[in-house]
Protein backbone atom coordinates (compact mmCIF):
# COMPACT_ATOMS: atom_id res chain seq x y z
CA UNK A 1 0.00 0.00 0.00
CA UNK A 2 1.30 3.32 -1.29
CA UNK A 3 2.09 6.04 1.68
CA UNK A 4 -0.05 8.84 2.60
CA UNK A 5 0.54 12.18 2.74
CA UNK A 6 -0.63 14.81 5.76
CA UNK A 7 -0.79 18.08 5.03
CA UNK A 8 -1.81 20.28 7.88
CA UNK A 9 -4.05 23.60 6.97
CA UNK A 10 -3.32 25.76 10.18
CA UNK A 11 -5.62 27.74 10.94
CA UNK A 12 -5.42 28.69 15.23
CA UNK A 13 -8.83 26.54 16.21
CA UNK A 14 -9.88 26.10 12.70
CA UNK A 15 -6.72 23.91 11.60
CA UNK A 16 -7.10 20.65 10.26
CA UNK A 17 -5.43 17.87 8.06
CA UNK A 18 -5.71 17.06 4.74
CA UNK A 19 -5.17 13.13 4.29
CA UNK A 20 -4.14 12.60 0.35
CA UNK A 21 -3.13 9.15 -1.64
CA UNK A 22 -4.10 6.20 -3.48
CA UNK A 23 -6.11 4.43 -0.34
CA UNK A 24 -6.48 7.90 1.69
CA UNK A 25 -9.96 6.90 2.34
CA UNK A 26 -9.29 4.35 5.16
CA UNK A 27 -8.34 7.39 7.06
CA UNK A 28 -11.85 8.50 7.11
CA UNK A 29 -12.61 7.96 10.29
CA UNK A 30 -9.47 9.16 11.67
CA UNK A 31 -11.23 12.85 10.46
CA UNK A 32 -14.49 12.18 12.06
CA UNK A 33 -15.03 13.65 15.29
CA UNK A 34 -14.70 11.62 18.01
CA UNK A 35 -17.74 13.09 19.61
CA UNK A 36 -20.74 12.63 16.83
CA UNK A 37 -23.23 10.38 17.10
CA UNK A 38 -24.42 10.84 13.31
CA UNK A 39 -23.36 11.34 9.96
CA UNK A 40 -25.42 13.10 7.36
CA UNK A 41 -24.07 12.12 3.66
CA UNK A 42 -24.28 14.56 1.27
CA UNK A 43 -23.37 12.81 -2.25
CA UNK A 44 -24.37 12.38 -5.72
CA UNK A 45 -26.14 8.95 -6.90
CA UNK A 46 -24.12 9.73 -10.46
CA UNK A 47 -20.76 8.82 -8.49
CA UNK A 48 -19.12 5.44 -8.65
CA UNK A 49 -18.15 5.84 -4.72
CA UNK A 50 -19.79 4.88 -1.57
CA UNK A 51 -17.52 5.37 1.00
CA UNK A 52 -20.36 4.01 3.86
CA UNK A 53 -18.05 1.05 5.21
CA UNK A 54 -15.00 3.42 5.86
CA UNK A 55 -17.42 5.42 8.14
CA UNK A 56 -16.97 4.75 12.12
CA UNK A 57 -19.35 1.65 12.94
CA UNK A 58 -20.98 3.53 15.82
CA UNK A 59 -22.55 6.41 14.06
CA UNK A 60 -25.74 6.32 12.37
CA UNK A 61 -25.69 7.20 9.01
CA UNK A 62 -27.94 9.15 6.65
CA UNK A 63 -27.97 9.75 3.19
CA UNK A 64 -28.42 12.97 1.35
CA UNK A 65 -28.27 13.05 -2.89
CA UNK A 66 -28.09 16.29 -4.49
CA UNK A 67 -27.97 16.73 -8.59
CA UNK A 68 -25.51 16.42 -10.70
CA UNK A 69 -24.06 20.23 -12.33
CA UNK A 70 -24.25 23.57 -11.08
CA UNK A 71 -27.91 23.95 -11.77
CA UNK A 72 -27.69 22.16 -8.46
CA UNK A 73 -25.49 23.94 -6.72
CA UNK A 74 -28.76 26.24 -5.73
CA UNK A 75 -30.62 27.41 -2.33
CA UNK A 76 -33.47 24.92 -3.51
CA UNK A 77 -30.87 21.88 -2.65
CA UNK A 78 -30.08 23.93 0.36
CA UNK A 79 -33.06 24.20 1.66
CA UNK A 80 -34.39 20.65 0.92
CA UNK A 81 -31.08 19.45 2.87
CA UNK A 82 -32.55 21.49 5.89
CA UNK A 83 -35.60 19.56 5.58
CA UNK A 84 -34.16 16.24 4.88
CA UNK A 85 -31.57 16.94 7.84
CA UNK A 86 -34.52 17.72 10.33
CA UNK A 87 -36.16 14.50 9.01
CA UNK A 88 -32.73 12.34 10.03
CA UNK A 89 -32.67 14.48 13.63
CA UNK A 90 -29.19 15.89 12.65
CA UNK A 91 -28.16 18.16 15.43
CA UNK A 92 -24.94 20.97 15.69
CA UNK A 93 -22.85 18.05 17.20
CA UNK A 94 -23.14 15.86 14.24
CA UNK A 95 -21.00 16.05 11.26
CA UNK A 96 -21.68 16.21 7.50
CA UNK A 97 -19.43 13.84 5.31
CA UNK A 98 -19.66 15.89 1.56
CA UNK A 99 -18.61 12.81 -0.93
CA UNK A 100 -17.79 13.90 -4.55
CA UNK A 101 -16.21 17.14 -6.51
CA UNK A 102 -16.14 21.11 -5.82
CA UNK A 103 -20.04 21.00 -6.46
CA UNK A 104 -20.86 18.80 -4.10
CA UNK A 105 -18.54 19.77 -1.21
CA UNK A 106 -19.09 23.53 -1.76
CA UNK A 107 -22.88 22.73 -1.54
CA UNK A 108 -22.26 20.47 1.69
CA UNK A 109 -19.37 22.82 3.28
CA UNK A 110 -22.43 25.40 2.41
CA UNK A 111 -25.44 23.16 4.63
CA UNK A 112 -23.21 22.88 7.43
CA UNK A 113 -22.52 26.29 7.58
CA UNK A 114 -25.96 27.15 8.03
CA UNK A 115 -27.56 23.94 9.71
CA UNK A 116 -28.25 25.24 13.05
CA UNK A 117 -25.85 28.23 12.65
CA UNK A 118 -23.24 26.18 11.90
CA UNK A 119 -21.93 22.15 12.54
CA UNK A 120 -18.56 20.72 11.30
CA UNK A 121 -17.78 19.15 7.89
CA UNK A 122 -15.86 16.70 6.56
CA UNK A 123 -14.93 16.59 2.70
CA UNK A 124 -13.83 13.48 0.56
CA UNK A 125 -12.71 14.92 -2.37
CA UNK A 126 -12.99 12.93 -5.69
CA UNK A 127 -12.46 15.19 -8.63
CA UNK A 128 -8.50 16.58 -9.04
CA UNK A 129 -10.32 20.20 -8.93
CA UNK A 130 -11.43 19.50 -5.72
CA UNK A 131 -8.53 17.82 -3.97
CA UNK A 132 -6.29 20.84 -4.98
CA UNK A 133 -8.39 23.40 -4.91
CA UNK A 134 -12.18 23.28 -4.03
CA UNK A 135 -12.37 21.06 -1.13
CA UNK A 136 -9.52 23.29 0.49
CA UNK A 137 -9.57 26.68 2.65
CA UNK A 138 -13.18 26.87 3.76
CA UNK A 139 -15.29 28.58 0.92
CA UNK A 140 -18.59 27.19 0.36
CA UNK A 141 -20.95 28.68 -1.43
CA UNK A 142 -24.36 28.25 -4.17
CA UNK A 143 -25.35 29.62 -7.34
CA UNK A 144 -27.84 32.31 -7.63
CA UNK A 145 -29.90 33.80 -10.71
CA UNK A 146 -27.39 36.96 -10.26
CA UNK A 147 -24.19 34.65 -10.35
CA UNK A 148 -21.89 32.09 -9.21
CA UNK A 149 -21.17 31.61 -5.95
CA UNK A 150 -22.64 34.83 -4.98
CA UNK A 151 -24.24 33.25 -1.62
CA UNK A 152 -21.65 31.22 0.90
CA UNK A 153 -20.18 31.17 3.74
CA UNK A 154 -16.12 30.70 4.89
CA UNK A 155 -16.48 27.47 6.46
CA UNK A 156 -13.49 25.53 7.23
CA UNK A 157 -13.67 21.69 6.86
CA UNK A 158 -13.27 19.64 10.05
CA UNK A 159 -10.76 17.70 7.76
CA UNK A 160 -10.46 16.67 4.13
CA UNK A 161 -9.66 13.17 2.38
CA UNK A 162 -8.50 12.94 -1.13
CA UNK A 163 -8.15 9.69 -2.25
CA UNK A 164 -6.23 9.98 -5.88
CA UNK A 165 -7.26 6.44 -6.82
CA UNK A 166 -11.08 8.03 -7.18
CA UNK A 167 -9.06 9.50 -9.97
CA UNK A 168 -9.03 6.97 -11.93
CA UNK A 169 -13.25 6.62 -12.96
CA UNK A 170 -12.54 10.99 -13.82
CA UNK A 171 -13.98 11.46 -17.03
CA UNK A 172 -11.48 12.85 -19.56
CA UNK A 173 -13.03 16.35 -19.59
CA UNK A 174 -12.45 16.88 -16.09
CA UNK A 175 -8.81 15.48 -16.18
CA UNK A 176 -8.40 18.20 -18.24
CA UNK A 177 -9.95 20.88 -15.88
CA UNK A 178 -8.19 19.57 -13.03
CA UNK A 179 -5.06 19.88 -14.75
CA UNK A 180 -5.16 23.34 -16.06
CA UNK A 181 -5.63 24.65 -11.80
CA UNK A 182 -2.53 22.14 -11.61
CA UNK A 183 -0.93 23.99 -13.94
CA UNK A 184 -1.08 26.79 -12.06
CA UNK A 185 0.30 25.52 -8.80
CA UNK A 186 3.65 24.98 -10.83
CA UNK A 187 4.15 28.93 -11.04
CA UNK A 188 2.96 29.89 -7.37
CA UNK A 189 6.34 28.59 -5.69
CA UNK A 190 9.65 27.97 -6.82
CA UNK A 191 9.08 23.94 -6.34
CA UNK A 192 9.01 22.09 -9.21
CA UNK A 193 6.54 20.09 -9.29
CA UNK A 194 6.98 17.73 -12.59
CA UNK A 195 9.77 15.76 -10.52
CA UNK A 196 6.82 14.69 -8.12
CA UNK A 197 4.60 11.46 -8.61
CA UNK A 198 0.88 12.31 -8.91
CA UNK A 199 0.20 11.73 -5.24
CA UNK A 200 3.43 13.58 -4.19
CA UNK A 201 2.30 16.39 -6.31
CA UNK A 202 -1.75 16.54 -5.32
CA UNK A 203 -0.19 17.08 -1.85
CA UNK A 204 2.21 20.17 -2.72
CA UNK A 205 -0.80 21.58 -4.21
CA UNK A 206 -2.65 21.28 -1.10
CA UNK A 207 0.54 22.37 1.09
CA UNK A 208 0.59 25.51 -1.46
CA UNK A 209 -3.25 26.33 -0.91
CA UNK A 210 -2.76 25.83 2.55
CA UNK A 211 -0.01 27.90 3.28
CA UNK A 212 -1.62 30.79 1.04
CA UNK A 213 -5.26 30.17 2.68
CA UNK A 214 -2.90 30.52 6.30
CA UNK A 215 -1.73 33.70 5.90
CA UNK A 216 -5.16 35.07 4.17
CA UNK A 217 -8.16 32.67 5.38
CA UNK A 218 -10.80 35.23 3.98
CA UNK A 219 -9.06 36.64 0.98
CA UNK A 220 -8.23 40.14 1.75
CA UNK A 221 -4.86 40.03 0.01
CA UNK A 222 -2.73 36.93 -0.55
CA UNK A 223 -4.80 34.79 -1.08
CA UNK A 224 -5.58 36.68 -4.84
CA UNK A 225 -2.50 34.60 -6.17
CA UNK A 226 -4.86 31.79 -6.45
CA UNK A 227 -6.33 32.97 -9.19
CA UNK A 228 -3.70 33.22 -11.05
CA UNK A 229 -4.78 33.29 -15.10
CA UNK A 230 -7.78 33.32 -13.87
CA UNK A 231 -8.97 37.06 -14.86
CA UNK A 232 -8.82 36.06 -18.91
CA UNK A 233 -10.29 32.69 -17.94
CA UNK A 234 -13.32 34.46 -16.68
CA UNK A 235 -13.98 36.42 -19.75
CA UNK A 236 -13.24 33.47 -21.56
CA UNK A 237 -15.90 31.34 -19.61
CA UNK A 238 -18.47 34.01 -20.30
CA UNK A 239 -17.44 34.78 -23.88
CA UNK A 240 -17.93 31.63 -24.86
CA UNK A 241 -21.38 30.85 -23.33
CA UNK A 242 -19.75 28.40 -20.78
CA UNK A 243 -19.30 25.88 -23.68
CA UNK A 244 -15.48 26.16 -22.31
CA UNK A 245 -14.90 24.60 -19.08
CA UNK A 246 -13.05 26.81 -16.46
CA UNK A 247 -9.80 24.72 -16.07
CA UNK A 248 -9.85 25.14 -19.88
CA UNK A 249 -9.83 28.63 -19.79
CA UNK A 250 -7.21 29.11 -17.24
CA UNK A 251 -4.99 27.36 -18.75
CA UNK A 252 -5.12 29.39 -21.65
CA UNK A 253 -5.22 32.46 -18.99
CA UNK A 254 -2.30 31.58 -17.38
CA UNK A 255 -0.67 31.70 -21.12
CA UNK A 256 -2.20 35.06 -21.18
CA UNK A 257 -0.88 36.31 -17.92
CA UNK A 258 3.22 35.19 -18.70
CA UNK A 259 3.15 36.78 -22.05
CA UNK A 260 1.38 40.05 -20.35
CA UNK A 261 4.17 40.09 -18.21
CA UNK A 262 6.32 39.53 -20.29
CA UNK A 263 4.51 42.36 -21.96
CA UNK A 264 5.53 44.36 -19.03
CA UNK A 265 8.85 43.11 -18.85
CA UNK A 266 8.13 41.83 -15.36
CA UNK A 267 9.52 38.24 -16.44
CA UNK A 268 12.11 37.27 -19.90
CA UNK A 269 11.36 34.93 -22.40
CA UNK A 270 12.54 32.22 -21.39
CA UNK A 271 10.19 31.93 -18.21
CA UNK A 272 7.27 32.43 -20.76
CA UNK A 273 8.52 29.10 -22.80
CA UNK A 274 8.47 27.61 -18.98
CA UNK A 275 4.72 28.17 -18.94
CA UNK A 276 4.20 26.76 -22.73
CA UNK A 277 6.27 23.70 -21.19
CA UNK A 278 4.13 23.46 -18.02
CA UNK A 279 1.19 23.86 -19.56
CA UNK A 280 1.16 22.62 -23.71
CA UNK A 281 3.74 19.78 -23.28
CA UNK A 282 3.26 18.36 -20.14
CA UNK A 283 -0.43 18.85 -19.51
CA UNK A 284 -1.21 18.83 -22.86
CA UNK A 285 -3.60 21.88 -22.58
CA UNK A 286 -5.13 24.37 -25.46
CA UNK A 287 -2.96 27.17 -24.98
CA UNK A 288 -4.88 28.84 -27.94
CA UNK A 289 -8.49 30.89 -27.37
CA UNK A 290 -11.58 29.08 -29.68
CA UNK A 291 -11.96 31.33 -33.03
CA UNK A 292 -14.85 33.13 -33.01
CA UNK A 293 -13.51 35.09 -29.36
CA UNK A 294 -13.07 38.86 -29.95
CA UNK A 295 -10.69 40.94 -28.11
CA UNK A 296 -12.48 43.75 -27.84
CA UNK A 297 -15.21 41.64 -25.92
CA UNK A 298 -12.48 39.98 -23.60
CA UNK A 299 -11.10 43.09 -22.60
CA UNK A 300 -14.69 44.77 -21.61
CA UNK A 301 -15.28 41.62 -19.71
CA UNK A 302 -11.91 41.24 -18.32
CA UNK A 303 -12.58 45.75 -17.33
CA UNK A 304 -16.03 44.32 -15.27
CA UNK A 305 -13.81 41.77 -13.21
CA UNK A 306 -14.65 42.07 -9.56
CA UNK A 307 -11.35 42.60 -8.94
CA UNK A 308 -10.42 45.36 -11.26
CA UNK A 309 -11.13 48.55 -8.45
CA UNK A 310 -8.63 50.44 -10.20
CA UNK A 311 -8.46 50.18 -14.16
CA UNK A 312 -7.59 46.86 -15.54
CA UNK A 313 -6.49 44.73 -12.86
CA UNK A 314 -4.00 40.91 -12.96
CA UNK A 315 -2.61 38.88 -10.54
CA UNK A 316 0.81 38.44 -12.66
CA UNK A 317 4.25 36.55 -12.48
CA UNK A 318 7.40 38.99 -11.71
CA UNK A 319 10.76 39.56 -10.07
CA UNK A 320 8.92 38.96 -6.33
CA UNK A 321 7.07 36.11 -7.58
CA UNK A 322 3.12 35.78 -8.56
CA UNK A 323 1.50 39.21 -7.10
CA UNK A 324 -1.81 41.25 -8.02
CA UNK A 325 -0.92 44.11 -10.48
CA UNK A 326 -3.28 47.74 -10.69
CA UNK A 327 -3.45 49.72 -13.64
CA UNK A 328 -2.21 47.99 -16.44
CA UNK A 329 -1.49 49.32 -19.65
CA UNK A 330 -4.01 48.23 -22.44
CA UNK A 331 -0.91 48.50 -24.82
CA UNK A 332 0.59 45.88 -23.08
CA UNK A 333 -2.19 43.84 -22.77
CA UNK A 334 -2.94 44.16 -26.83
CA UNK A 335 0.49 43.03 -26.88
CA UNK A 336 -0.67 39.30 -25.05
CA UNK A 337 -3.54 39.12 -27.04
CA UNK A 338 -1.70 39.63 -30.28
CA UNK A 339 0.80 36.92 -29.07
CA UNK A 340 -2.05 34.68 -28.27
CA UNK A 341 -3.47 35.79 -32.21
CA UNK A 342 -6.65 37.10 -30.78
CA UNK A 343 -8.62 38.99 -33.49
N1 LIG B 1 -14.70 26.37 -2.86
C1 LIG B 1 -13.69 26.63 -3.64
O1 LIG B 1 -12.67 27.19 -3.23
C2 LIG B 1 -13.77 26.21 -5.08
C3 LIG B 1 -12.63 26.20 -5.88
C4 LIG B 1 -12.73 25.74 -7.19
C5 LIG B 1 -13.96 25.31 -7.68
N2 LIG B 1 -15.06 25.36 -6.87
C6 LIG B 1 -16.37 24.90 -7.36
O2 LIG B 1 -16.25 23.53 -7.66
C7 LIG B 1 -17.16 23.20 -8.71
C8 LIG B 1 -16.42 22.43 -9.76
O3 LIG B 1 -15.93 21.26 -9.17
P1 LIG B 1 -15.47 20.02 -10.02
O4 LIG B 1 -14.63 20.48 -11.13
O5 LIG B 1 -14.94 19.04 -9.07
O6 LIG B 1 -16.84 19.55 -10.71
P2 LIG B 1 -18.10 18.70 -10.21
O7 LIG B 1 -18.14 18.57 -8.74
O8 LIG B 1 -19.28 19.29 -10.88
O9 LIG B 1 -17.79 17.28 -10.83
C9 LIG B 1 -17.67 17.13 -12.22
C10 LIG B 1 -18.32 15.84 -12.71
O10 LIG B 1 -17.53 14.72 -12.35
C11 LIG B 1 -18.31 13.74 -11.67
N3 LIG B 1 -17.41 13.07 -10.76
C12 LIG B 1 -16.88 13.55 -9.61
N4 LIG B 1 -15.99 12.70 -9.11
C13 LIG B 1 -15.94 11.64 -9.93
C14 LIG B 1 -15.21 10.43 -9.95
N5 LIG B 1 -14.26 10.20 -9.01
N6 LIG B 1 -15.44 9.54 -10.94
C15 LIG B 1 -16.35 9.82 -11.90
N7 LIG B 1 -17.07 10.96 -11.96
C16 LIG B 1 -16.86 11.85 -10.99
C17 LIG B 1 -19.41 14.53 -11.02
O11 LIG B 1 -20.53 13.74 -10.73
C18 LIG B 1 -19.69 15.57 -12.10
O12 LIG B 1 -20.50 15.04 -13.10
C19 LIG B 1 -17.76 24.50 -9.20
O13 LIG B 1 -19.04 24.63 -8.65
C20 LIG B 1 -16.83 25.55 -8.62
O14 LIG B 1 -17.48 26.76 -8.36
C21 LIG B 1 -14.99 25.79 -5.59
ZN1 LIG C 1 -10.03 28.23 -10.78
Redesign the pocket.
Known amino acids: MSTLHRVRVDLDVRSYDVVVGRGAIRELASVIPADVKRVALVT ?1 T ?4 DVRAELPAEVTVSRHLIG ?3 QH ?1 SLATIERLGDEFAAAGITRNDVVVGV ?7 VA ?1 FAAASWHRGMRVVHV ?6 MI ?9 V ?1 IAAG ?2 LV ?1 AFWQPAGVICDTA ?6 ER ?1 QR ?2 HG ?1 MAKYHFLTGDDLLALDLDARVARCVKIKADIVGVDERESGRRAV ?1 NYGHTLAHALEIATEFSM ?3 EAVAIGMMFAAHLAQALGRIDAARVAQHRTVIADHYRLNIKPPKGVQRVELIELMHHDKKAVDGLTFVLDGPNGIETVRNVDIAAVHQALDALSVP
Open positions: QSLPIDGEKGGGMVTDGSTTLVGDAAIGGKTGNKNGFLDTLPECGELAHG
